[in-house]
């Protein structure tokens, strides 16, 4: 009896063995293909690793350029507006929905009235975003008229 249970002991003891063995195994097979995974494809830096400051900071500087583009209308009224302002106008929507966007991602949008949708601004600023359509609209007029 006594060495029928040491014998299913010393059985137990080695199958232990073997499981850590294979685990250990397993865990240095898993890492060298993380490694190598790794290697063959480093990862981007994530937006989420920027700071929502980092973020509202830029979200900020592209509204004030078109509020003091409308503000410039506002005090010398114009009927078109220039190339660099239709320019200034485009950059800072494409920036304004892009930080909007990753505000959203980080999930650090706080909605009305701290941030504001493109929409929302633009109906702000009235004579800025309908000189760029007008600008837009005769383009566009332009451009089929070519046809």
Known sequence: MDTALGFVIALLVVLLV?????????????????????SMDPP????????????????????????????DLATNPREALTPEELSTYEESRRIILARNMELKRMKDWMGLPFDLEWTDIQQRLPKVTGLYRQAVTEATEQEEGAR
């Open 44 to 71: 981007a830096r994530p937006e989420s690793q920027r700071s929502v400051e980092a973020v509202r900071l830029e979200k900020s500087a592209a509204h004030d350029k078109i509020v003091l583009l409308e503000a």
């Open 18 to 38: 073997l499981f850590l063995l294979f685990y250990v195994v397993t865990q240095q097979d898993l890492r060298s293909i993380h490694a190598r995974l790794v």
